[in-house]
């Protein structure tokens, strides 16, 4: 059994002599501990908020430059108040370094407003832009923690109504017939002459206001006020190495994977995660976060601390303390609490088994069951287990694995399991779920709401990277160490759900299992070439790979689409994506005449990159159009041309997952140690959703989405178009008769 053993801290009995008070030293002692890890954890909390309040200066700097500033008065026998203060120099001296805190603190917020080195040739970096990289990192300070940018970083800019009108009919110009296109080019007159200019102004009073003017309305429209599941709609999936295997044991995978999360927790938590001048800012959120349901709405909760997880395995929870001593776990210990949970035979409490198919269908009856069943008694205490854990691990009890000998059908599986497994062994609603298989290949599920993919997956480089290598494992596929002879075990979760609950669980899951079995999933470990070759065609690798997409996309249905692809908007503070375009004239010239000519091609190229840079510099046109739809609503007005251009659905949905820390993976010495990437589901009933991964220079992993029901798609045909499309496209450079 993989009960808990609960430790009391005092037991008493009333005897005729008076009260026995027996104190258990044990639990003092662990109490002790557990209370003095909570107060080292708000010190270095108060500490890092002190740096980042004082970036890039610091106390070390306050201390140099006050004592030089009362030494050279003492020296020269200065009084620069005359007379006021001659007193309180060193009142003087802290208002000096303020001012140079604040000087520094600016001049770096306007380094990073500069944009120009994005222009630069591709491959290439200007003089201006070195200059620029050196300035940076003098403004930057000696140490900068991950979150002592935020102070720095511009505001997203509102673009003009004018352009984004502009460059919104110039997206839809290939699309459009020209009936079709002169009647949008009369609404898109029409709204920027009246309507937009009054809610324009209502987003720049934002702008001035807010943070940023986008993020918390597309939090709460884009993603919390939805009343679908999100199983598929929204989560997205993280993948294995593809590979290697470095235990079959399943505990030991799972030991191993939950100490480096860990880890990296305890680095987020210190904020000693290596940062750039990007906004850090969805970090935040990563752990101790649930997507709780709501009638209208959902809310984010977060908490500060937890010291547990929950598991899941065979249709039962058990919450796991990662604490023992006052230490974290080593990994052995873990695997022994793994093992115990798959040791237990137990079975499932009534309704138990299927509970988490609450969060994977529909939002409304999950949030009237949970105020209805979960408030109260033993099922708000499990719920609140599950909920304010730092996240949660699924042992799953099937085997998904990368087989060369059966490629597509392992992968498929595979991408489908960690997408939306049973539908009911996945808690959707967590911030993430880690999944380790029986036969120790591991997956993560993200919930997508508190952040954007590159988020977690860089916590899951983090992962990759330790696993194999840092942690390693015993000859026997054991985590290194030993067992620890006293630790408490695991603690089961206990429920008690009615016949009505139960009904509501079994409501969700036929949902859940009705878009689950519709998802037509494929992945494509596409090695003939990659970054490596394209980059001496002296293309961009992802305008390369985008323009492969929309001429595969020609050649699979005929037609040219509205094409999403998400660009990040960070270089803003509490910047979250914008949406390139991908389907421009340029690009629908170049398809249709596939001539042996790189010309069309690299206007293509070009035409990609620059809406790429107009995105990633807050020139984008659909968060915008977004805002001025919000705002239209807020004063009850009704617009023809933003409720068309919203109502538009994004057929080819894609999305690049980028390879963050590269300094981790040495692909070179060790080229098997290549990750699958990730995907996500169809966004359209008709279309597709495509992720990608470029991994070092010879390999680029492809997740395809679409859906079963539709007879316009097929992943598998798509696949092929797009093997080939990459194929047609290298040829046109003739690299083979240029290095001749």
């Known amino acids: 059994m993989a009960e808990a053993h609960q430790a009391v801290a005092f037991q008493f009995t009333v005897t005729p002599d008076g009260i026995d008070l027996q104190l258990c030293h044990e639990a003092l002692r662990q109490i002790y501990l557990s209370g003095l890890h909570s107060w080292k954890k708000r010190f270095i909390r108060f500490k890092n908020g002190v740096m980042t309040g004082v970036y890039p200066g610091s106390p070390g700097g306050f201390m140099v430059v006050v004592v030089s500033y009362m030494s050279y008065n003492k020296y020269h026998q200065l009084d620069p108040s ?8 060193f009142l003087v001296g802290t208002g000096l370094w303020v001012t140079i805190i604040m000087i520094m603190r600016n001049v770096l917020k306007g380094l990073l407003s500069w944009h120009g080195w994005m222009r630069a040739r591709h491959g290439s970096v200007s003089w201006s832009t070195r200059v620029w990289m050196v300035l940076v990192k003098v403004f930057s300070g000696r140490k900068p923690m991950l979150y002592s940018f935020q102070n720095s970083l511009p505001r997203l800019p509102v673009p003009s109504v004018k352009d984004t009108c502009r460059r919104y009919l110039e997206s839809v110009r290939p699309l459009m017939d020209d009936e079709r ?24 009073l934002k702008s001035w206001w807010a943070s940023n003017y986008v993020s918390d309305w597309w939090e709460e429209y884009i993603y919390l006020r939805g009343r679908g599941p999100i199983m598929v709609n929204s989560n997205y999936y993280a993948m294995d190495f593809l590979y290697v295997f470095p235990t079959s044991i399943q505990a030991a995978r799972a030991g191993n994977a939950i100490h480096a999360i860990m880890l990296y927790r305890r680095k987020l938590d210190r904020a000693q995660i290596k940062p750039v001048p990007l906004c850090s800012a969805q970090w935040e959120r990563m ?16 908490m500060n601390e937890s010291k547990h997880i929950t598991v899941f395995h065979k249709g039962r929870f058990f919450k796991v303390w990662m604490f023992y001593d006052g230490r974290l776990l080593l990994p052995r210990e873990i695997e022994q609490q793994m093992e115990r949970i798959l040791a237990d035979k137990s079975e499932p409490l009534p309704g138990e088994e299927k509970l988490a198919a609450l ?43 990368y087989d060369e000998n059966n490629p597509v059908k392992s992968l498929d599986s595979y991408a489908k399991s960690l997408l939306h497994g049973k539908c009911y062994d996945r808690w959707f609603d967590k911030s993430f779920n880690l999944i380790v298989f029986k036969n120790g290949t591991m997956g993560l599920n993200a919930e997508h ?40 075990g695991p603690q089961r979760l206990q429920w008690d759900i009615p016949a009505e609950c139960q009904e509501v669980i079994h409501s969700s899951l036929k949902v859940a299992e009705s878009l689950a079995d519709d998802v037509d999933s494929h992945i494509i470990p596409f090695n003939d070439f990659g970054k490596g070759l394209i980059k001496k065609c002296r293309t961009s690798p992802d305008a390369f790979i985008q323009i492969a997409l929309q001429l595969a996309h020609y050649r699979d249905k005929g037609k040219f689409c509205l094409t999403y692809e998400a660009s990040m908007t960070r270089l803003f503070r509490e910047g979250r994506t914008e949406t390139v375009r991908s389907c421009t ?88 140690y290549v990750s699958s990437g990730g995907g996500f589901g169809p966004v359209a009933d008709d279309g597709y959703g495509v992720s990608y991964i470029i991994v070092g220079e010879n390999l680029i992993n492809f997740h395809i989405s679409s859906k079963h029901s539709s007879p316009e798609t097929d992943s598998h045909r798509f696949g092929t178009n797009i093997r080939q499309a990459m194929m047609d496209i290298l040829d046109l450079f003739q690299l083979d008769k240029k290095t001749k």
């Open 585 to 672: 004239m340029e690009t629908c010239a170049f398809v249709r005449s596939m001539i042996r000519d790189e010309t069309l091609l690299k206007q293509a190229a070009d035409k990609h990159q620059n809406m790429y840079r107009l995105a990633m510099t807050g020139q984008g046109i659909d968060r915008h159009l977004f805002c001025l739809y919000v705002v239209s609503k807020y004063l009850g007005e009704d617009s023809a041309f933003l409720k068309e251009v919203l109502s538009e659905p994004w057929r080819l949905s894609t999305s690049q997952t980028p390879l963050q820390q590269l300094e981790l993976f040495d692909l070179v010495k060790h080229p098997e």
């Open 181 to 204: 296109y002169e009647r949008m080019k009369g609404l898109a007159k029409d709204f920027e002459k009246n309507l937009g200019p009054r809610l324009q102004w209502y987003l720049k």
């Open 82 to 89: 005359l007379g006021l203060i001659c007193e309180h120099v």
């Open 287 to 302: 752990f101790n976060t649930t997507r709780a349901p709501g009638l209208e709405t959902d809310t984010l909760q977060h």
């Open 449 to 488: 709401s508190w952040a954007d993919a590159p988020i977690i997956g860089h916590l899951w480089e983090h992962v990759l990277a330790m696993d194999p290598v840092k942690l390693g494992y015993s000859e026997e596929g054991h985590c290194h160490g030993e067992p620890h002879p006293n630790l408490p």
């Open 359 to 401: 969060t994977a269908g529909e939002r409304t009856p999950w949030a009237k069951a949970r105020e209805t069943f979960f408030s109260r008694g033993k099922n708000k205490q499990a719920l609140d287990a599950i909920e304010k854990a730092a996240f949660c691990v699924t042992l799953d009890d099937t085997e998904q694995r």
